[in-house]
Every structure is written in structure tokens, then in C-alpha cells.
């Protein structure tokens, strides 16, 4: 509570007295924006302008378009309506010199320029300069309003007043009937009817002067209804019409036959004034139908430092009557809600005393309480205790007139606990442990949590939580136990006993975890695998008591057509291995012939398997699928052709394709073989990859990527094949091989480091040299004794070396010349001469050194 208490030095404030003229008055039924007041504006609320022509960090945004901002360039006119401009400071930080006329600066009687402080406000012609000190105390004020605001918004009711939501909620109703007890003033609408033997429309507005009058020549001069209530202002014109519409009345003349209705056909506005310590404190136009709630409601309810317990309705110079908001906060009743009249006040006083609490109740704000209202009131006031609240005792911190004190207050005590202002009272939750719960887990049908109170043993927790599991493992049970000091202490039982009633029950106590372990817990999952020419191979499958070999190869989805029924190996560990034996056993070995029809039958192995067994079901080597080898090109039936026989050759493929025919280029054919590479294979490739990436001084090299599929052509001579087949030349036929017989080639394809890399015609008699001419030539950085050609069957030659002579490969059709180009940067003339030096220096001072060490000798 120290915290409101404060706020209060800081709130002090000066309503300067207003003529009401003065006053902008609000619409009737209008919600005034938060935060504006009407009329004046009053320094020192939240919310609020200051002064007229003044600015603040709190109402920049309100800042007139003419009067710059701090550190922001300033612009007036001088008296001929030049420019001057006021610049903020100089890159010294320094305030700069005033500009005036022709950009001079301007300057004070004794001679030194005029500095414009960037804090400076221009006001018209007048400029006020802010000191450090002015600006502080802007930003503690900015501090303080915060304060303020977070301090209200805590105040029980703020909400209610000050939320935006219900700024047109709370407005007087005007659609409703005629109130009989509503009093008539100047400027209401009266509908004035005669209906019946005699009809006329009377309708007017009452005068300034409280009157209403009578025209078609009724002779009835001015009634007088200001002050009357509506039921008294139509008996009022009823007795003043009688005397010309005698059907007004039964009298000599007959009967009643003529009828008079009065009611309100506009309502005039009245003025209020909200006074005191209000949120927006001011006079309002309003309906004439409206309540103190609604003026309230318009005024955005009390202040800071105004109460909501009692709030005064002035009429006359005289308390009409008094309202205490939270009844209808808190009740919805609205006790002395009464219905205002022009010039009516409501006045809101300071608050009587204010009380805080906090913790676990249903409301945690800032509370006013009246003299007298004790600790159960105020729990009142806020909703009653949360749900998991502690209401054996409340802490009261109370300010005495030295320092502050806790007071303890019990719930016997609540009715009788007065409260004081400043009191801030904390409600503590209920301490998050249990007073009768034990656990259970394990194997038992329903493990938790469980009362105390109705299991007080084992017995009777077991039993209520639906009995053991059949795996449940009752040679020994765990009770953890939470000792006083918070340790932890294991008890263990042997449960078998305790339900065979060999030994007695055991008594459980609060916070008791009793774990009853299964038995597979308690012991190596045990598991079987299969493996091998089955349709579902598996690892791990889960063991079972009598399992058979041919119960699991039925899990395993039962044997391939693959599957060498005959030979069914079953590998079983051995669990007494011999270990100072060099030839002791490690494992056994049954091998079982089985029956692909995995029908139950007498002739079955009804060999039991055992844990971690392991099944291996092998290929039966006679088993083979079909292989295809394909043949394109210039052939008479090109195609795919099954390899029959385990030696069949490239020539028996010609044969079976139909022949050459007459345009095949028989030097030309290739072998194209798909090689599935290895792990280490890939892995040995990886290498030489990276090695030659590394290596990229001597020649530029391609690197393709490394795939475990790798397609390769295989240089034959086909000629020599045909020729004589079945010989040396003739190479098997492997699955997947292709067999590719070009047309007559005719080209020959000049790639790599030359002048103009081509693909020139074949001409018989023209070596290597002579096509490497028509590509234009070596360049400067072709690697000539490093080229090589790559023949239409795939094979290779490269380029030899004897002496100082380069012996090229001959060039045959389809043949593609390839040239690598060198990455050495070539030698350049300075280098020369560098390198010539370096060497004639050595070769001087080696000749020096030889010719002293003779004249030594």
C-alpha cells in the first residue's frame, strides 16, 4: 500500500474556476473520448494537455504543426518576411548561432550572436528556452503519470468507467414511455391530443418560460407547466380546456365525450456538473431522462485520489443523496440513482480508505473500504478465496506511525478484523503436496494414485487397484518412503508371502510408491531372426515357447522358389563354451530339410527353437533365373537375346541376332558392360577422385561423379571375333551386356586443347599429325606428348616418346582425337633472365671455389 500512498503527494492539483459559457459541454448520449475533459484542461491528470501552447513528453503527438520538436530545425520570419532558420547544434554539440537577414547572425545588445538551445520551443514570437533540469523534471513527470496509471487501472471499478469498449454502453434510455413522475421543463416536446366528440392537435414545446399556449382562438391564455409532473401538467390543461370543451368533463351538459392525452414527443437537455476528484471533471448537456449513473458514465468515473463509496448529488445547494458505486458493482442494484435536473451536481469526494489485496483470490485490486468494514467484507469485495487458496490464515501487512507489521489473522477472526487504510492483505495458496496419497505402479491393472484413507496395507491397495498382473513378479516388491526430512528410503517385501499370509500385512503411510516389477522386466528380451531365400527375412522376432522351424519360416512368409528346402540351417549359441580349449565350441549347428508346404503333418522336424536361434535359409544352387544380353546397331534382328549356355560368346550374339549387314563397321563395335561396384570399390575410387583434384598442377582433369553403377565400354575386335570364334578374342556374354555394331563411320572428332576443335571427314593415308592441321593446331598450353585417341570400339591409344621424338597413334573412322591442356603458367622473360642469373652466379662461384682450393694445395 505504500505504493497508492505515494502516488498521493504527487496528485496535488489546481482547477482554475471557469465562467460555464466558457465550457464546451458534450452531446447528450455523446461518450467522451478517454482521456479529454471538457471545458478547460486541468495540468496533472493522465491523459490530459497542459496549458494551452505548451508540449510535453506525454502529448507530443497534440504538438500544434508550427512548434518544432526537440533537436528539430526551427523556422520563423523575420519583421520583412525574410526566412530565419534556428538550427539545433553545431557537430560540436554546441547550440548554434540564430540566422537572420542574408543568413548573418543575429546578435544581443553587447555584441555576441544569439544561440538557439535545441531544446527550445518556438511559441509565436516568443521562444522559451528548457534547461537540463526542465527536462528532467518532464521525464520524472512522464514517470510519475505512468505510476499513476498502473496504480489506477488496479483500483476495483477503473475498468468499469475507463474501458473504451463501453463508451457507448452505458447511455440513457429515451425510447421508453412516458415517465408519469417526469417533471416538465423548458424545451420539452409536449404532445397534446383531443380526441373523442371533439379533435385537435395542441402540440408545442414549453417556453423558456415554462409556458405553453393555446391558439385557434381557445381564448386560454398561457399555462404555466415548468416544475410539473407530467400526470400534473395534463390535469392542469385538462381543467383550463374544460372551460371551452365542456366534453371534458360529465357536468349539465351530458356525459364525457371528449378526451385529452399528454405525452412527451422530445426531450429537452439539461446540464450537469461533475465535480470534485472525477476522471473528467466538467459540465455535460445531456438527456433530460438521464441518471447520476449516466453523468458518472460520462465523467469516466472518479480519480485517482475520488471515491466510489460515496458520491454526492448537490441540488439546490443541498446533498440530494449519496451512491455507493459498489453496490452496483458488485450487486447490480443502483440505489439512489435518481434522475437529474438542469444544474444538478455530482461531487465526487476523496476516498476514505483503501486496502489491497492480493494472492489467491478471485479479484486482486485496490479496495475501498468504509469505517468500520472488516477483513470478511473486503473477501467479500474481492469474489471470495481461488479454489486453491489457504483460508485457515490471511496475512495483513498494516502501516504503523513508525514502520510497517505483519499481522496473522485466522478465520475465526475475519468478521471481527478491522481494516485501516494502507492495509495490503495477501492470500497464500494450499501447500502443492498431498496429505493421503500413496502410489502404486507396475504390473497391476490399475496403477496411480490412491487414498490413504481407504489403503491403509498392501492388501488393500493391491485389491483396489484390480490385483496383479499374471507377470507380476512377487518374490520381491519395493516400498519407496518419503522419510520427515525429505530422504528417501527403500523397503523391500517379499509379496508372496505377505498374500500367502506367511508373514503380516504391511502398513502403508503417506507418500508411499509401492512398485511391483514384471517378470520380463526382470530378464534379456528374448528374440529369433531368420534369414536368407525367405519372402519376409526378419530380425528380432519375438520368441515364444514352442516355436518350431517351421513356425517361424511361416512368420517369415514361408521359403522362396529360390530356397534350397534341403539345406535349413539353424545356428543356436552355446551358453558352456570351454574357455581354456582352443578347439572348444562356440556355437551348434542342425541343418534340416524342410517341406515347402508348411501344412501341420507328421513328417514335420518338430525341432523346437530356442532364444537368439538364428534361421538360415540358402540359395539352392541349381536354381537359376533368366539373363538377357542385347545387340544394336547393324544387325539383321536387333534386340534382347537370352544367354542359354553359361559360355556363350559375343560371336554366338551375332549369330543369334541374324548377321551383320552390309553398312556395319565391324572395327567400330563396342561391348558396353554395367559393373555394380563394391563398398571398398567405392570407397577406392572415392580416394583416387579426390587425389586427382588435389593434383591439378600438371593437367586439367574432369572428375565425374562416383556412383556404385558404373557403365564401361570394352574395346573388342570384332573382326578377329567373327573371324575365328570361340578364340581368345571372343569374350563371354555377362546379364545386362550390350553389344552395339556402328554404321560406317566416316568422321573423325578432334576435341580438347587445339585452335578450332572440329569434326573432320576421314581420308585414308592421313596421319595424326595431319588431322590435328585441320583443327587449326596445338595451342600454347596443349600437352602434345600426353595426346591420345579413343577408337569407335572404346579402346584407347596414347601418344609415345622415343628420344626426342613424339610417335603419335594412328587415326582409323569414328576415331576421337583428344588433346589435354597444361595449368604450369608458361615461363616469361623475366623469369628467363632471373633463372639464367641465379645459374651463371652459382657456376662463377663454383669455379672461384674449385681455383682457391688449387692455389691451397
Known amino acids: ?70 533537436g528539430q530545425n526551427q523556422t520563423g520570419r523575420a519583421a520583412n518576411g525574410s526566412v530565419q532558420t534556428q538550427q539545433g547544434t553545431n557537430a560540436n554539440g554546441q547550440p548554434n548561432a540564430q540566422n537572420g537577414q542574408n543568413g548573418q547572425p543575429v546578435l544581443n545588445p553587447d555584441g555576441t550572436p544569439v544561440v538557439t538551445d535545441p531544446n527550445a520551443v518556438e511559441q509565436g514570437d516568443e521562444q522559451v528556452q528548457k534547461s537540463t533540469e526542465e527536462v528532467l523534471e518532464d521525464g520524472y513527470a512522464a514517470a510519475r503519470a505512468r505510476e499513476r496509471e498502473r496504480l489506477r487501472a488496479k483500483i476495483f471499478g477503473y475498468e468499469i468507467f475507463n474501458n473504451p469498449l463501453y463508451a457507448n454502453t452505458f447511455q440513457a434510455n429515451n425510447n421508453v414511455a412516458t415517465p408519469r413522475n417526469y417533471v416538465v421543463g423548458p424545451g420539452d416536446a409536449l404532445n397534446i391530443q383531443l380526441y373523442g366528440y371533439t379533435e385537435a392537435d395542441f402540440s408545442q414545446s414549453v417556453s423558456k418560460e415554462g409556458n405553453i399556449y393555446f391558439t385557434q382562438q381557445t381564448g386560454i391564455g398561457p399555462v404555466n407547466v415548468s416544475g410539473l409532473t407530467v400526470e400534473a401538467v395534463k390535469a392542469r390543461i385538462a381543467s383550463r380546456l374544460s372551460s371551452k370543451f365542456v366534453g371534458l368533463k360529465s357536468s349539465s351538459y351530458g356525459p364525457q365525450n371528449t378526451y385529452l392525452e399528454v405525452s412527451l414527443g422530445g426531450l429537452r437537455s439539461i446540464r450537469v456538473s461533475v465535480l470534485g476528484e472525477a476522471f473528467r471533471p466538467g459540465t455535460y448537456v445531456m438527456s433530460s431522462l438521464a441518471t447520476v449513473m449516466n453523468a458518472i458514465y460520462q465523467a469516466a468515473g472518479p480519480d485517482l485520489l475520488g471515491s466510489y463509496r460515496r458520491v454526492n ?107 485501516q487504510d494502507g492495509d495490503q492483505v495477501d492470500v497464500e495458496q494450499l501447500l502443492d503436496r498431498f496429505e493421503n496419497q500413496v502410489n502404486i505402479q507396475g504390473a497391476v491393472y490399475r496403477p496411480g494414485r490412491y487414498s490413504l484413507d481407504q489403503n491403509k496395507t498392501i492388501r488393500q491397495l493391491i485389491d483396489n487397484a484390480e490385483g496383479l498382473k499374471g507377470d507380476a513378479f512377487t518374490g520381491r516388491i519395493q516400498i519407496i518412503r518419503t522419510r520427515e526430512d525429505l530422504s528417501f528410503e527403500t523397503i523391500p517385501i517379499n509379496l508372496a508371502d505377505v498374500l500367502n499370509g506367511t508373514t503380516p500385512d504391511v502398513p502403508l503411510q503417506r507418500e508411499d510408491q509401492v512398485i511391483i516389477t514384471s517378470r520380463f522386466e526382470l530378464a534379456e528380451g528374448a528374440s529369433v531372426s531368420i534369414q536368407g531365400e525367405v519372402n519376409v527375412p526378419a530380425d528380432g522376432v519375438q520368441f515364444a515357447s514352442n516355436m518350431t522351424l517351421e513356425d517361424l519360416i511361416f512368420r517369415a512368409g514361408g521359403l522362396k522358389e529360390s530356397a534350397a528346402a534341403a ?115 567405392l570407397a577406392q575410387r572415392q580416394r583416387s577422385v579426390d587425389e586427382l583434384a588435389d593434383d591439378a598442377r600438371k593437367s586439367v582433369v574432369q572428375i565425374e561423379a562416383v556412383t556404385p553403377y558404373k557403365t564401361e565400354s570394352i574395346g573388342i575386335n570384332l573382326q578377329k571375333i567373327l573371324d575365328n570364334p570361340g578364340s581368345d578374342e571372343d569374350i563371354l556374354v555377362l546379364e545386362g551386356d550390350l553389344l552395339r555394331i556402328p554404321k560406317q563411320l566416316e568422321t573423325v572428332r578432334l576435341q580438347g586443347e587445339l585452335l578450332l576443335p572440329t569434326t573432320v571427314k576421314y581420308r585414308n593415308g592421313q596421319n595424326f599429325q595431319d588431322y590435328i592441321s585441320q583443327a587449326g593446331g596445338f595451342t600454347d598450353k596443349s600437352q602434345r606428348k600426353k595426346s591420345f585417341v579413343v577408337y569407335a570400339n572404346g579402346s584407347v591409344d596414347r601418344t609415345r616418346k622415343f628420344m626426342f621424338f613424339n610417335i603419335y597413334p594412328r587415326v582409323e573412322p569414328g576415331s576421337e582425337i583428344i588433346v589435354p591442356r597444361t595449368t604450369t603458367n608458361p615461363i616469361t622473360p623475366q623469369q628467363i633472365i632471373s633463372q639464367v642469373t641465379t645459374i651463371t652466379s652459382s657456376v662463377f662461384t663454383l669455379i672461384l671455389g674449385v681455383l682457391a682450393f688449387r692455389n691451397i694445395q
Open 313 to 419: 448529488v448537490i441540488r439546490g445547494g443541498k446533498v440530494l443523496t449519496t451512491l455507493d458505486l459498489y453496490d452496483y458493482l458488485l450487486t447490480g442494484i443502483q440505489r439512489n440513482d435518481i434522475r437529474l435536473q438542469d444544474g444538478d451536481i455530482i461531487r465526487f469526494g476523496k476516498y476514505i480508505s483503501r486496502v489491497e489485496i492480493t494472492g489467491t483470490v478471485n479479484r486482486n485490486n485496490i479496495f475501498e473500504m468504509l469505517p468500520g468494514e472488516t477483513l470478511d467484507k473486503l473477501l467479500y469485495y474481492a469474489a471470495d478465496f481461488a479454489a486453491n487458496a489457504y483460508r485457515n490464515r490471511v496475512k495483513v501487512t498494516r502501516l504503523t506511525d513508525r514502520e510497517r507489521k505483519v499481522i496473522d489473522v485466522t478465520q475465526n477472526d475475519f468478521k471481527t478484523f478491522v481494516m
Open 1 to 70: 500500500m505504500g505504493l497508492f500512498l505515494q502516488s498521493q503527494s504527487v496528485t496535488a492539483q489546481v482547477v482554475a474556476p471557469t465562467a460555464p459559457a466558457a465550457q464546451p459541454s458534450a452531446r447528450p448520449g455523446a461518450a467522451q473520448p478517454s482521456g479529454t475533459v471538457p471545458g478547460n484542461t486541468i495540468p496533472g491528470r493522465a491523459g490530459q494537455t497542459g496549458l494551452p501552447g505548451t508540449t510535453s513528453p506525454n502529448n507530443r503527438a497534440s504538438t500544434p504543426a508550427n512548434i518544432p520538436t526537440n
Open 567 to 681: 539345406q535349413v540351417e539353424v545356428v543356436r549359441r552355446k551358453k558352456d563354451v570351454d574357455i581354456n580349449s582352443k578347439s572348444a565350441q562356440v556355437a551348434e549347428t542342425f541343418i534340416f530339410n524342410v517341406d515347402r508346404d508348411l501344412t501341420i503333418k507328421s513328417s514335420d522336424s518338430k525341432f523346437l527353437l530356442q532364444p537368439f536361434d538364428q534361421v538360415i535359409v540358402r540359395r539352392s544352387p541349381n536354381y537359376q533365373i533368366q539373363t538377357y544380353a542385347r545387340v544394336e546397331g547393324e544387325v539383321t534382328l536387333p534386340g534382347a537375346y537370352p544367354i542359354k549356355t553359361k559360355d556363350q560368346k559375343v560371336s554366338d550374339m551375332v549369330k543369334l541376332a541374324g548377321g551383320l549387314t552390309p553398312f556395319a563397321y565391324v572395327r567400330g563395335a563396342t561391348l558396353i558392360r554395367t559393373i555394380k561396384l563394391s563398398d571398398d570399390e
